[in-house]
């Protein structure tokens, strides 16, 4: 168990405002990711993170944007949330072999 | 690009029955194989891992699977079905164990009859 907790858990915005969750780690690994979960395609990465400062992109990486600027802290932000974005989020943490998870954030974009 | 596919969204068994989850994967490279488990409202549990060591791979809760390359398969099963294995499976895989980047199936909802 990495301690990993998200903030919020549950939100509900409307489309075109900004949004920002957050992903807090206790065990300081290098790793952390933030995917998202949608019926019928499992998880995909959006950003992941291998140092502070130091991001990259995954899957569906269009519309999100990230930043981690201490190792503990892994931020994702929609610039402009759209419908589409209505998901839930999870972000992991790793340092060696195994990814562990946080329990979601459920976002809801009206 | 690497893919998986998991063969049936829904799989239900009785108590004390055999479960068999079926994973295929396509990767270019030698794959990084793991099984995740999801409880209902929480987030997601590594089960097992393959990571190119013994082709069967043993995990917690009692489940194991075995990698075929020559079927590009990671099915997972486990001998005798509990109550308590009633939950979301997830396949991934990653062809990278530096930045271990995964690639998730759609996920295998496993229901459990009593």
């Known amino acids: 168990d990495a301690g990993i907790t998200q903030s919020p858990r549950h939100k509900v915005t409307e489309t075109g405002t900004p949004v920002t969750l957050r992903c807090h780690q206790t065990e300081n690994h290098r790793y952390m990711y933030w995917y998202r979960q949608d019926p019928g395609h499992g998880l995909r990465l959006i950003h992941y993170s291998y140092g502070v400062k130091d991001t990259d992109k995954g899957e569906v990486s269009d519309g999100y944007s990230v930043s981690r600027s201490k190792t503990e802290d892994f931020l994702l932000t929609l610039e402009s949330a759209t419908s589409s974005q209505t998901s839930v989020y999870f972000c992991a943490a790793r340092e060696s072999a195994e990814q562990y998870f946080g329990p979601g954030t459920r976002l809801t974009v009206t | 690009a690497q893919s998986v596919t998991q063969l049936g969204s829904h799989v239900s068994v009785s108590e004390g029955a055999l479960v068999l989850l079926r994973c295929n994967y396509s990767s270019s490279v030698p794959p990084y194989l793991f099984w995740y488990v999801q409880y209902p409202n929480q987030g997601l549990q590594l089960l097992l891992k393959?990571?190119?060591?013994?082709?069967l791979v043993k995990g917690i809760n009692g489940f194991e699977a075995e990698f075929k390359k020559s079927e590009t398969s990671f099915h997972l099963t486990k001998p005798s079905a509990h109550m308590s294995d009633a939950a979301e499976y997830f396949c991934?895989?990653?062809?990278?164990?530096?930045?271990?980047?995964?690639?998730f199936g759609q996920g295998t909802r496993l229901t459990i009859n009593p």
């Open positions: 393959y990571t190119s060591a013994a082709t």
């Open positions: 991934a895989v990653s062809e990278d164990q530096g930045a271990q980047k995964l690639v």
